[in-house]
């Protein structure tokens, strides 16, 4: 059964960095591509960034380039999105699913809050 669990969300000042992780179970971890997908309150589900790092391919929204980075500890099957700048834009629940483009797996989900 694949498993998913992000964790690292928290309350953050406008500015400032965060780092999430998504700690992966139940596949090969490093034989797919996975994504970082937030939803902002009252608002739609927003692509943030995918690596694929079996290929050594790392993909951003134009919100999060240059301010965010993503990576993937493979020998610990743990996804990881490193936040920089945070903006108040970047309030939202965030989530880590198993594929590009289209997901079969997602988590529970985290929660960031940047305050102003």
């Known amino acids: 059964e694949v498993q998913l669990a992000e964790s690292g969300g928290a309350l953050v000042q406008y500015g400032g960095s965060l780092r999430l992780s998504c700690a992966a179970s139940?596949?090969?971890?490093?034989?797919?591509?996975m994504t970082w997908v937030r939803q902002a309150p009252g608002k739609g589900l927003e692509w943030v960034s995918a690596?694929?790092?079996?290929?050594?391919?790392?993909y951003y929204s134009e919100s999060a380039k240059g301010r965010f980075s993503i990576s993937t500890n493979n020998a610990e099957n743990t996804l990881i999105l490193q936040m920089n700048s945070l903006q108040s834009e970047d309030t939202a629940m965030y989530y880590c699913?198993?594929?590009?483009?289209?997901?079969?797996?997602w988590g529970q989900g985290t929660q960031v809050t940047v305050s102003s």
């Open positions: 699913a198993k594929g590009l483009g289209t997901f079969d797996s």
């Open positions: 139940g596949f090969t971890f490093s034989n797919f591509p």
């Open positions: 690596i694929y790092s079996a290929i050594g391919k790392t």
